[in-house]
């Protein structure tokens, strides 16, 4: 056997080795993803993610929630399985009690549950003598009744910077700045009721701006190699990219049966690669448009009721305006 042979035998030996490798390797991947990576058939937590004071002395309580799936979304009506109560502390903590009240039931919650982690997704106000009551959020997916406790308890005291911080705002940055981050402004054009048939293209337009530009617009560097592309995330939350930005959901409604153009990004952390979020790489901000106007089109497949969320993000702070659609035949 010549030195070319034994050169050729041995490349294809290294090649072999390295394929061997590869197939091994992503094999213990998909075994370790699998005992916790799930696409579907889930529950959802309901979150309560803090309070702040308010101007005039009342108390701003956020909530939020996570979807353990990381595909699969659903629905889930305001009643008897997505309600809220305004009750003494401890009253519901056992999980057995059924307390729907149709009078207290609705406090702006979303009846459509996105994949994964959607924080700081709306508020309820409570008045300054609210003292040491609670607000509960009963959600119950998968046969799992799981209560989220909102309550005014120091601990649970935030701000701006701390949201932020929740969020992976400014790619996780504790710039003492983003105590005093102010959200975007943002402003739904025309009305906010709308009736549109199935088929039918329904027009919207927002106008939204940062104004205190902050934190500061900041596209992180495509990565170059495969090893950067799917680098394991190396920080508890994961990275948001800073800037201005606005995107369309379905706060209520089949979000399956409501169809952007042009396609929104996904306001929610999905962190796998190109998957059209903030938090995935290599996500890139795109600069707003001409005079600050974010102009789409909606086409629903289904009549119904549709509550669509506007909702303007610099990274670290939210603002939402909410548009309600009706849909008829």
Known sequence: MNSSSVKLLDLRGQVILLVSMSVLLFSQFATAQGSWMYLKDQF????????????????????????????QH??????????????EAGALDDLEI???????????????????????????????????????????????????????QSDYRINPQVISTEVGGSYGSLDDRLRTNIPPELRVEGENFRTVR?????????????????PEPRNRGLPTTLDA???????????????????????????????FDPIQMKTYM???????????????????????????EVVFDAPGEYMLRGVASDGSMFTYQNLNVTVTP
Do not use: C
Request: cysteine-free; aromatic content about 16%.
């Open 44 to 71: 959802t937590s309901p979150a309560y993610e803090g309070w702040w004071p308010n101007e005039d002395g009342s108390y701003k309580l956020f909530f939020g929630y996570m979807n353990t799936n990381w595909e």
């Open 229 to 259: 592309l799917y680098r394991p995330p190396s920080s508890v939350v994961a990275a948001s990219v800073p800037g201005l930005r606005f995107s369309w959901i379905v706060y209520r409604g089949p979000a399956n049966s409501a169809n």
């Open 98 to 152: 059924n307390a729907f009240d149709f009078a207290e039931a609705d406090q702006g919650q979303p009846s459509h549950f996105y994949p994964r982690r959607n924080p700081f997704l709306f508020t309820i106000d409570v008045p300054a003598d609210f003292g040491t009551r609670e607000v509960v959020w009963t959600l119950i997916t998968r046969g799992q009744t799981i209560r989220a406790f909102g309550s005014l």
């Open 198 to 214: 199935v088929g039918q293209p329904l027009s919207l337009a927002v106008r939204a701006n940062d104004p205190d530009n902050l």
């Open 270 to 296: 999905d962190t796998r690669m190109y998957s059209n979020s903030p938090w995935s790489p290599p996500w890139y901000l795109p600069a707003p448009p001409a005079d600050n106007r974010w102009a789409s």
């Open 74 to 87: 659903y629905d889930v009506p305001i009643g008897p399985g997505n309600y809220f109560n305004i009750v």
